[in-house]
T-cell receptor, first 113, second 115 residues
Framework: LAKTTQPISMDSYEGQEVNITCSHN???????ITWYQQFPSQGPRFIIQ???TKVTNEVASLFIPADRKSSTLSLPRVSLSDTAVYYCLVGASNSNSGYALNFGKGTSLLVTP | DAGVIQSPRHEVTEMGQEVTLRCKPISGHDYLFWYRQTMMRGLELLIYFNNNVPIDDSGMPEDRFSAKMPNASFSTLKIQPSEPRDSAVYFC?????????????FGPGTRLTVL
């Protein structure tokens, strides 16, 4: 799996846009970028995934530049309930051999009033 | 479907005791994963199964840890004997496929405290 680097923590006020950048310099051609969100006292949940350019859903947007060596998760107008840990994962589909999925520490986002 | 079910939600035990954590995956999911989460190390994959067969247990910390999946609807993670450093939240997850792109569905976790 491509190694990823993301900030340990971020702070934001309610109503602001939050952008969390993940670096993955060694991303492979077949790799996708996947983000999970973990609320306190819960397990992580899948929020968005992309391969290139931009992906948007009801939760977030994911921006991926042409070289794919980084990606940015964008949360528009955050609220207190967006306080969570966000994990960036990079890897391929259905990789059955030598499979490993370590989420690491993620980025802890704190939203305050 | 009720999602991934884990039990117990909380477990407090004394050092040296055996601990068994349980997981029921989502019906139809062929893959089951066990994770451990601590402040120091984050969320780590311990072991995963495909169709009840262990595929990769390289994340299991030592011989005190063992995991089984006797059938498609049940898995256990056992620690014997337990130690204070095993204190963590243990998550079970399941998915249809096992690639990084394949969405995993996590249970609520078991918070283990070893005194």
């Amino acid at each position: 799996l491509a190694k990823t680097t993301q900030p340990i923590s971020m702070d934001s006020y309610e109503g602001q846009e939050v952008n969390i950048t993940c670096s993955h310099n060694n991303i492979a051609t077949n790799d996708y970028i996947t983000w999970y969100q973990q609320f306190p006292s819960q397990g992580p949940r899948f929020i968005i995934q992309g391969y290139k350019t931009k992906v948007t859903n009801e939760v977030a947007s994911l921006f991926i530049p042409a070289d794919r060596k980084s990606s940015t998760l964008s949360l528009p107008r955050v609220s207190l309930s967006d306080t969570a840990v966000y994990y960036c994962l990079v890897g391929a589909s259905n990789s059955n051999s030598g499979y490993a999925l370590n989420f690491g520490k993620g980025t802890s986002l704190l939203v305050t009033p | 479907d009720a999602g991934v079910i884990q039990s117990p939600r909380h477990e407090v035990t004394e050092m040296g005791q055996e601990v068994t954590l349980r997981c029921k995956p989502i019906s139809g999911h062929d893959y089951l994963f066990w994770y451990r989460q601590t402040m120091m190390r984050g969320l780590e994959l311990l072991i995963y199964f495909n169709n009840n067969v262990p595929i990769d247990d390289s994340g299991m910390p030592e011989d005190r840890f063992s995991a089984k999946m006797p059938n498609a609807s049940f898995s256990t993670l056992k620690i014997q004997p337990s130690e204070p450093r095993d204190s963590a939240v243990y998550f079970c997850a399941s998915s249809l496929l096992a690639g990084t792109t394949d969405e995993q569905f996590f249970g609520p976790g078991t918070r283990l405290t070893v005194l």
